[in-house]
């Protein structure tokens, strides 16, 4: 199979869909790698590095496009690059359809096969190429959060662990997954007065367990959530419904509640955010103030650590990678069910219900797709 890796081309998107020990995986199978010029090298990443692994350097996306049976991206297409698709072409990336009608559309007019990282599940109930990348965002949501509350920043001027007889910052976390546990983990690292909200009362026995007294938890309601907001200085948004939008769970009127100069970093800005004021910024230009409140709503977050991001993630889709190279997507497709569960788009098909629901389309099975 040829597999094109091209060049990121979203706002501060440094990361790289393949290392070169990806390309060196492939290409000992036999499989021919097309990799952009200077995909990699924003991380440290050579084009010698990846000629040395055995790809192809290719100078234009339009090349990679052209010449490619399977695209390996990290970020959504970007509409420049969906109008390069071709039908039955495979393509291997993020894409968080539902709060994307414009990239939806899109894909579904250019008649790939889109197969989504956050949607691909495992044995234990996990998103595992997901699972990286909440990891990073999750530890980048406090130190985002901790440098907005500067007082130069914008913030209310809180120190988050505080000092010697002055009280740490109170940090707010909604939802106990992957991301909320990695903010709380380093939330009580730095010494911040950390609760975590979430609606498994199993979670929450376990995260007890795991962390005792240091790490307050609560159930998950409209009142308990008032409560604590109200007294927070940072709230991470953390929840996530596979391949859905995320639920609102603070209104533009809750903020009413909280102290001016306090700080919102919504996580799940990717899927359509958690407070209903949020919208997607860059890296560029990362917050913005509604009603005195701060938003940090980056919708790339692990961009921002891009060579720990890349290395991360590519160590989990990397024997995806390979069993779609090996086998070609419908045998692959078949084969796993986990893998199976990626599939978001099929030939102008959409075949994830979440997606299909949140944006008016009609749903239809992968695996009445692939007979």
């Given amino acids: 199979m040829i597999i094109g890796v091209p060049k990121e081309i979203k706002n501060h998107e440094y990361r790289v869909g393949m290392t070169p020990a990806g390309v ?23 084009d010698a590095e990846y000629q040395a692994a055995g790809a192809e350097l290719v100078a234009s996306a339009a090349e990679i496009f052209a010449r490619a049976e399977m695209i390996v991206k990290v970020k959504e297409p970007q509409p420049e690059e969906c109008e390069l698709l071709r039908p039955g072409q495979l393509l291997f990336t993020y894409l968080h359809l539902a709060p994307d009608p414009v990239q939806t559309q899109l894909l579904v007019h250019s008649g790939a096969v889109a197969i989504a990282y956050e949607t691909v599940t495992d ?40 000092v ?40 929450l026995r376990e995260l007890d367990s795991l962390y005792g007294p240091a790490l307050k938890t609560l159930y998950s309601t409209r009142t308990n959530i008032e409560a604590c907001i109200a007294q927070a200085d940072l709230v991470i948004g953390a929840v996530l419904i596979p391949g859905a939008a995320a639920p609102k769970l603070l209104t533009r009127d809750m903020l009413k ?32 103030v509604v009603d005195g409140i701060i938003h940090y709503c980056v919708a790339n977050m692990p961009g921002g650590v891009a060579r720990t991001s890349t290395f991360a993630l590519t160590n989990a ?10 086998k070609g997507y419908a045998r692959a497709l078949q084969d796993d069910r986990h893998l199976r569960a990626g599939l978001n788009v099929f030939k102008g098909k959409i075949t994830q219900a979440a997606v299909a629901q949140a944006l008016g389309y009609e749903y ?5 797709v692939l007979g």
């Fill in 317 to 326: 889709t990397l024997p995806f990678v390979l069993a779609l190279a090996d």
């Fill in 123 to 162: 044995d234990r109930g996990g998103l595992p190429l997901l699972a990286p990348m909440s990891e990073v965002a999750g530890r980048m949501a406090i130190q985002a959060g901790a440098h907005s509350l500067e007082k130069a920043q914008g913030g209310n001027g809180t120190l988050l662990g505080g």
């Fill in 24 to 46: 060196q995986e492939l290409t000992a199978r036999g499989h021919k790698v097309l990799v952009q010029q200077q995909g990699g090298e924003a991380i440290g990443l050579s």
């Fill in 257 to 288: 509640l909280m102290r001016k100069g306090s700080v919102l970093v919504d996580v799940a800005i990717d899927q359509g955010g958690c407070f209903e004021t949020s919208h997607p910024t860059t890296h560029e230009e990362p917050t913005y």
């Fill in 164 to 203: 010697p007889a002055v009280a740490p910052a109170k940090v707010v976390v909604l939802g106990g997954g992957v991301v909320g546990v990695n903010s709380a983990r380093m939330a009580l690292g730095l010494g911040a007065d950390v609760t975590i909200l979430d609606r498994s009362l199993p979670r």
């Fill in 364 to 368: 239809v099975s992968a695996e009445s």
